[in-house]
């Protein structure tokens, strides 16, 4: 009995096995300090379940001091997967990231919801400081759904939403 359960158990592991896995590049030497190195803020956007997209990357970082490299297509599926991703710098205005600092705070302690729907991918707003002990992290799955939240949850998906967006926007490209 064991023997005959065994063997699709792992049939389903090899094929599953790959799946959920990603890849990260290496960090490349930079000039910068290491305590300036670490981005404060990052926005990032995890494609859907199905995707083929293993270089996951930030679509946006923004530094203490306001400096920010953007990655328009960091999940785009018509890059190639031995192409580099379009990195563009700039800035985002000191008070876009203080209040979006304080924000994602707020909205790491509010219940953001699960939604009955599965690989829809999610997004997440990331505030590391240099003390990991303040590190704060917001998350929603499945963005742009809905089904099977109470309307807290979709008020707070709606704040999300908003400071994603309003700190995407308010990136400044170096000219």
């Known amino acids: 009995m064991r023997r005959a359960l065994l063997l699709p158990v792992l049939l389903i592991s090899a094929l599953l096995g790959g799946a959920g896995t990603a890849h990260a590049e290496p960090a490349t030497p930079s000039a910068t300090p290491p305590s300036a190195a670490v981005p404060l803020l990052t926005l990032t956007a995890i494609p859907n379940g199905w995707q083929t997209r293993v270089d996951l990357r930030p679509e946006l970082q923004v530094y203490a001091d306001g400096r920010a490299v953007r990655v328009p297509d960091a999940i785009a599926t018509d890059r190639g997967p031995d192409a580099a991703p379009h990195e563009v710098e700039g800035t985002v205005p000191a008070d876009v990231l203080k209040a979006a600092v304080r924000e994602t705070a707020e909205l790491a302690e509010l219940d953001l919801g699960l939604p009955s729907v599965s ?48 700190v995407l926007d308010a990136f400044q490209e170096k000219r």
């Open 119 to 166: 690989d829809q991918g999610s997004r997440i707003i990331d505030v590391m400081p240099e003390r990991d002990a303040e590190a704060v992290h917001a998350i929603v799955y499945a963005p742009g759904f809905s089904d099977g939240l109470n309307d807290d949850q979709k008020k707070a998906r709606d704040r999300f939403d908003q400071l994603y967006r309003k």
